[in-house]
């Protein structure tokens, strides 16, 4: 049984991908995602979003660069793409959504 914490990472990496998505390829600030998970509400930190993404470049995901200045900026793959468009499995760890249509 997942744990309510669990859960809530598992979300938490589904909105990070989606915001991702949304960025239509332009790399997104780790401080813009950490603002897109504070508005739905999750409880994030920037350490948070740095884990989140991680997670999502160890799948193959996301592509994160690091800054000189120390941020991170991320840009979604076209693995990332495919799961958010659901032409391709999710693997576990990210609570996509059921497909409804």
């Known amino acids: 049984m997942k744990t309510i914490e ?3 990472r598992e979300t938490a990496r589904w909105i990070v991908l989606s915001a991702l998505y949304h960025g239509a390829g332009i790399p997104v600030a780790e401080r813009l995602v950490l603002s897109v998970l504070e508005a739905v509400p999750i409880k994030a930190t920037a350490s948070d979003v740095r884990t989140h993404l991680h ?3 160890s799948a ?3 592509h994160v660069k690091r800054l000189p200045d120390g941020g991170w900026v991320a840009e979604i793959t076209k693995a990332g793409m495919d799961v958010v468009e659901y032409t391709a ?3 576990a760890g990210i ?3 059921v497909k409804y249509w």
């Open 6 to 8: 669990q859960s809530e």
């Open 55 to 57: 997670f999502l470049e």
């Open 60 to 62: 193959g995901m996301a």
């Open 95 to 97: 609570a996509r959504p």
């Open 89 to 91: 499995d999710c693997p």
